[in-house]
C-alpha cells in the first residue's frame, strides 16, 4: 500500500517512474513514442471517413440493388478479418511481391513517411470502413424516410443538396460517436499493425514492455490510452452540440 500511494503521488505530479529495460523514464518513452502513433491513428480515421461515408450512402441511395448488397459484402468481410491477417496480406502483396510499398519502418518526413504510412493505415482502416459504411447506411436510410426529407424534396430542391444538407447531416450523429471512440482506442496504440510493419508508436512499445516484464511502460501506456479515449470523447461531445442545435442546453 506504501509503494501504490507513492505511485499515485508521482503520478499526480507526470512522474510514472523509470523503464526497467531502458532506465529511462517511462514519461520520455512515450513522448517519443505518440507522435507516430497521432499520425498512424489520423491516416487511420482520414481513410475511414473518405471511404466509409460514400460507400454508406451510395448503398442507402441504392437500397435492395447491387450496390447495396456489394457494401454490404465489404462490409462483412471488413468486420470479419482480423487485423493480422490483413496486415500479413497487405505486407506479402504489396510490399514483398510487387515492391510498390516499404516492408516496414517509419521513414523520412516528407513523401517517404507518407510512403511507409499507406499499408498500415489502410490495415487499421479496415474494420473501420466496414463499422462506418454500415453505420451511415442504416441512419441514412432511416433519415430518407422523414419528412423534413419529403418536404425539402417538395421544394424542388437538388436530389445532392436533399441527401447531403439534410440527410446526412442528420445521419452522421451516430458516426461522430463512434470517430470519438475509434480515435481514442487508435491514439492508445495499435499493437498488432505496428508491430507487422514495424513503426515505432506506443503500440509496439507497449508489445515490448509486455515480452520484457517492463511493468512501468505497460501502466505508462494504459493510462496514456485511458486519457485519449477519455479526451477523444470529450470532444466528440462538444463536437455534437455544436452541429445539432436540439443537444444545446
Same mark, same amino acid.
Given at each position: 500500500?506504501?509503494?501504490? &500511494?507513492?505511485?499515485?503521488?508521482?503520478?499526480?505530479?507526470?512522474?510514472?517512474?523509470?523503464?526497467?529495460?531502458?532506465?529511462?523514464?517511462?514519461?520520455?518513452?512515450?513522448?517519443?513514442?505518440?507522435?507516430?502513433?497521432?499520425?498512424?491513428?489520423?491516416?487511420?480515421?482520414?481513410?475511414?471517413?473518405?471511404?466509409? %461515408?460514400?460507400?454508406?450512402?451510395?448503398?442507402?441511395?441504392?437500397?435492395?440493388?447491387?450496390?447495396?448488397?456489394?457494401?454490404?459484402?465489404?462490409?462483412?468481410?471488413?468486420?470479419?478479418?482480423?487485423?493480422?491477417?490483413?496486415?500479413?496480406?497487405?505486407?506479402?502483396?504489396?510490399?514483398?511481391?510487387?515492391?510498390?510499398?516499404?516492408?516496414?519502418?517509419?521513414?523520412?518526413?516528407?513523401?517517404?513517411?507518407?510512403?511507409?504510412? $499507406?499499408?498500415?493505415?489502410?490495415?487499421?482502416?479496415? +474494420? &473501420?470502413?466496414?463499422?462506418?459504411?454500415?453505420?451511415?447506411?442504416?441512419?441514412? $436510410?432511416? /433519415?430518407?424516410?422523414?419528412?423534413?426529407?419529403?418536404?425539402?424534396? /417538395?421544394?424542388?430542391?437538388?436530389?445532392?443538396? $436533399?441527401?447531403?444538407?439534410?440527410?446526412?447531416?442528420?445521419?452522421?450523429?451516430?458516426?461522430?460517436?463512434?470517430?470519438?471512440?475509434?480515435?481514442?482506442?487508435?491514439? &492508445?496504440?495499435? %499493437? +498488432?499493425?505496428?508491430?507487422?510493419?514495424?513503426?515505432?508508436?506506443?503500440?509496439?512499445?507497449?508489445?515490448?514492455?509486455?515480452?520484457?516484464?517492463?511493468?512501468?511502460?505497460?501502466?505508462?501506456?494504459? %493510462? $496514456?490510452?485511458?486519457?485519449?479515449?477519455? %479526451?477523444?470523447?470529450?470532444?466528440?461531445?462538444?463536437?455534437?452540440?455544436?452541429?445539432?442545435?436540439?443537444?444545446?442546453?
Amino acid at each position: 500500500m506504501e509503494r501504490y &500511494g507513492c505511485y499515485i503521488g508521482n503520478l499526480a505530479h507526470g512522474d510514472l517512474g523509470d523503464s526497467y529495460r531502458s532506465k529511462r523514464p517511462v514519461t520520455d518513452i512515450l513522448a517519443d513514442r505518440v507522435w507516430p502513433t497521432a499520425q498512424l491513428a489520423l491516416a487511420t480515421l482520414v481513410l475511414e471517413l473518405a471511404i466509409g %461515408i460514400p460507400l454508406g450512402v451510395i448503398a442507402a441511395l441504392r437500397r435492395g440493388r447491387w450496390p447495396d448488397r456489394a457494401v454490404g459484402a465489404i462490409g462483412l468481410v471488413g468486420l470479419s478479418a482480423p487485423s493480422f491477417v490483413v496486415g500479413t496480406v497487405a505486407l506479402y502483396v504489396f510490399a514483398y511481391r510487387f515492391g510498390w510499398f516499404p516492408i516496414g519502418g517509419y521513414g523520412e518526413p516528407g513523401w517517404d513517411r507518407l510512403h511507409h504510412l $499507406v499499408l498500415p493505415a489502410a490495415t487499421l482502416a479496415t +474494420v &473501420g470502413v466496414a463499422l462506418f459504411s454500415r453505420v451511415v447506411r442504416t441512419e441514412m $436510410v432511416d /433519415a430518407l424516410g422523414e419528412d423534413y426529407v419529403r418536404t425539402a424534396r /417538395a421544394k424542388g430542391l437538388s436530389p445532392w443538396r $436533399v441527401v447531403v444538407r439534410h440527410a446526412l447531416r442528420n445521419a452522421l450523429n451516430p458516426t461522430i460517436t463512434l470517430v470519438g471512440l475509434d480515435l481514442g482506442v487508435l491514439f &492508445g496504440g495499435a %499493437i +498488432v499493425t505496428e508491430v507487422i510493419f514495424s513503426w515505432p508508436g506506443i503500440g509496439r512499445e507497449s508489445f515490448q514492455a509486455i515480452l520484457e516484464a517492463d511493468l512501468p511502460v505497460v501502466l505508462g501506456v494504459v %493510462i $496514456v490510452s485511458t486519457l485519449a479515449i477519455a %479526451i477523444a470523447n470529450l470532444l466528440v461531445d462538444l463536437l455534437q452540440i455544436w452541429l445539432d442545435p436540439r443537444m444545446r442546453p
